[in-house]
């Protein structure tokens, strides 16, 4: 075989490109086999108590209805692996927007109009939806997201912030967020002789037939769920969400294929939310910027169902060094709607409070915020005294510094002005730590000279496909247009899910594994190969469940110029840029989609996206992209994303890091640090809207 032309790292073209953009790409929604009926969640308009009767009489007489699903009739379920897929198995309400009935018609028109008709009585509770700092429910769990301790402490802060020189204490707030893919949750499931086959916009099908498996007693191998595209998920896809379930549900119960999506106006209250954080930062340090300590102390919410705990202080167990330091996560449980992952949970939401805080040090200290962060880099994790088996931040900041035109900025806030607008420009850090799980992969070359690799991998938007050709092809030293890249179903080996920036790590370890004893079976090989070709597999379960001796996180860093309307108070994004340290990319066309893509995200993290829970009712009152502002192109107009050479040997074959999602992780931070420097005024509340803009200018 000759050298391949287009291996890793080259931007090749993501192969489902021309199939998504003419249509031919089918989403979760868009299987329709014969006999599809729809199906019409209802919600429940009560944030607490129970319901009472479902009068269904107007919503049957709607030609083409022929069923309403409630906890009355609806099909009993096993305790499911989650407590949000317990639908309609009881007459509880535990928060606004909870499933309470199912209409099920001939059509998705006939449905929706048999919902609408509905009379539904409640027995309403007293309810609290209101997350506040001293909350009187407060308490401390003893895990956050993602399995982290709650609490770490090293030294003694109090004593050492309290000798400090210079001395930071601040507050920082962030509402809820919300995810909205582009393609709605949605599924389509059909029963067949006892086999369940459900077509299921998610992050993860293994996932999703592992949880129906357990809700519908059934064997796995019983049950095929395919997510061959899916139009994006942003974390809200990666646990199984409750439209498989009642999907599933329907089907049973009617004989037919049931076809199930969520309103648009409905999926904040069912497929999670980034929690509302309050934080506390303080920080203590020596004239010349070295920190003495560091304090990072979160409150956010849980719903009634299950702890869920937003990981935001972990962040600053990594970032900077310091002798003394302590982190903490408190919660208290409210009558919400489940939080649940959104890109980069954790780090998003902490960072933004951690980087502003280290703004507002570097100003108290008359010191560049650059030279600030660069005093305290360590060259070992803080909280674990690992080495770092790379960290590239100090090459992030400087290369950024370079390319932005940093070193030329005037410090002094609030003296730049073309006309109406301030300008100001701000830096932040970015981090995301580096994951990946067992995953297993076939590898098959035939007799014409083309290859296939099979894994159930999930392509939300991230040009999986392509990449992970190229991995193969790599290893084969073949041509990356030969080798076919088969994703997406339970019926292939058992992969991961794309989530925590793992997805091409997990499954390309696999892929490597795979091709590369393919290629050597091919080499030991003599003649043609048979007809039937020549198979592999790759299994990393050994490979992954070795405990690493190096912390392994990717950095970044993010430069923001941003202008500030004097008179309305509007901010706006002039330039962006992001350098990444995030080992060897692989595909240079997608990976800069990603970051930017994240970059974008963080945007409307920091001037457009936020949402509120109204105490009275209990629902968000942004349910929406009418109310609930996603950036759109005019937002966005100078982005550029960039990434530094490195090369660690402590990761994985491909000496890959996930990018997914640190892109989004600095953005927000640099955005407020560049609205302080343009203005003179510190806003430690997020979004940065007009209004609250516009008390503090001149």
């Known amino acids: 075989m000759t050298q391949a032309p287009q ?6 073209v993501r192969r489902e490109a021309r199939d998504k953009v003419t249509g031919a790409a089918r989403y979760a929604a868009e299987h329709t086999p014969p ?4 199906a019409w969640p209802v919600p429940a308009t009560v944030a607490s108590g129970r319901v009472v009767a479902v009068r269904a009489v107007d919503a049957l007489a709607v030609p083409g209805v022929h069923t309403v699903l409630t906890h009355d009739n609806a099909p009993k379920l096993a305790e499911p692996d989650d407590p949000i897929l317990a639908v309609l198995q009881n007459d509880r309400v535990p928060h606004h927007g909870w499933p309470i009935a199912l209409v099920i018609a001939d059509t998705p028109e006939a449905a929706r109009t048999g919902a609408g008709l509905l009379l539904i009585e409640y027995e309403s509770a007293p309810h609290d939806v209101t997350l506040t700092e001293d909350h009187p429910g407060l308490y401390t769990p003893e895990e956050a997201n993602g399995g982290f301790p709650a609490v770490r402490k ?3 802060f109090e004593r050492s912030f309290a000798a400090a020189p210079v001395q930071i204490d601040a507050t920082y707030r962030l509402s809820p967020l919300h995810n909205h893919p582009m393609e709605p949750h949605a599924a389509t499931a059909r029963w067949a002789d006892g086999h369940l086959t459900v077509h299921d916009s998610s992050q993860g099908s293994t996932t999703v037939r592992d949880s129906l498996a357990q809700a519908f007693a ?6 095929t769920v395919v997510s061959e595209h899916v139009g994006g998920g942003f974390g809200s896809k990666g646990t199984t969400r409750p439209q498989a379930v009642l999907a599933a549900m329907a089907a049973r119960h009617t004989g037919h294929p049931v076809k199930m999506v969520f309103p648009r106006n409905q999926l904040a209250e069912v497929v999670g939310h980034r929690a509302p954080t309050v934080q506390r930062v303080r920080l203590g340090a020596e004239p010349d910027g070295t920190l003495d300590a560091v304090s990072h102390e979160i409150v956010t919410h849980t719903s009634t169902l299950k702890e869920f705990v937003e990981q935001a202080a972990v962040p600053a167990r990594v970032m900077y060094g310091s002798p003394d330091s302590t982190t903490v996560h408190r919660v208290t449980v409210l009558d919400v709607p489940s939080p649940s992952w959104m890109r980069a949970p954790g780090e998003a939401s902490g960072m933004y409070a951690l980087e502003s805080a280290m703004d507002e040090l570097a100003c108290a200290l008359g010191m560049d915020p650059i030279e600030l962060r660069l005093r305290n880099d360590p060259a070992t994790e803080p909280d674990s005294g690992r080495p770092f088996s790379s960290r590239g931040l100090a090459a992030c900041l400087r290369e950024g510094a370079t390319r932005f035109g940093w070193h030329g900025r005037d410090p002094r806030p609030a003296v730049r002005q073309e006309g109406r607008w301030l300008l100001g420009t701000g830096v932040a850090s970015a981090t995301y730590p580096v994951m990946a799980s067992r995953s297993t992969a076939r590898a098959h070359a035939a007799a014409d000279g083309s290859f296939r690799i099979e894994v159930n991998a999930t392509d939300i938007g991230t040009g999986a496909r392509t990449v992970l050709a190229q991995i ?3 290893a084969l030293s073949a041509d990356v247009e030969r080798v076919e890249a088969v994703i997406g179903s339970t019926d292939l080996p058992t992969a991961p899910l794309a989530g925590g920036s793992s997805g091409t790590a997990s499954w390309g370890w ?5 091709a590369t004893e393919l290629a050597v079976r091919i ?13 592999a597999s790759g299994d990393t379960e050994e490979e992954t469940a070795e405990e690493s001796p190096y912390a392994r996180h990717a950095f970044g860093a993010h430069f923001a110029e941003t202008a500030v309307d004097s008179v309305t108070g509007e901010v706006r994004v002039r330039r962006l840029l992001g350098v990444y340290a995030a080992g060897k990319i692989l595909n240079a066309r997608t990976a800069r989609s990603q970051f930017t893509g994240g970059m974008v995200m963080g945007i409307g993290m920091a001037l457009t996206e936020g949402s509120a829970i109204d105490p009275a009712f209990g629902d968000f009152t942004a349910k929406d992209l009418a109310s609930y502002h996603v950036p759109v192109c005019a937002d966005a107009l100078d982005i550029q994303a960039h990434w530094i050479d490195e090369d660690d040997r402590h990761l994985n074959p491909m000496g890959s890091k996930g990018i997914g999602e640190i892109g989004i992780v600095g953005t927000a931070a640099a955005i407020g640090n560049a609205v302080r420097h343009a203005t003179g005024a510190r806003l430690r509340e997020l979004p940065l809207t007009p209004d609250r803009v516009l008390p503090y200018l001149p």
């Open 7 to 12: 291996l890793t790292g080259a931007p090749v």
């Open 523 to 535: 080499a030991e090989h003599r003649g043609p190969l048979p007809a039937e070709g020549l198979t």
């Open 510 to 514: 696999a892929v490597h594994k795979a």
């Open 154 to 156: 090293r030294g003694d």
């Open 35 to 38: 006999g599809t009926l729809h």
């Open 472 to 474: 193969a092809a790599s």
């Open 218 to 223: 059934l064997d796995p191998e019983h049950i």
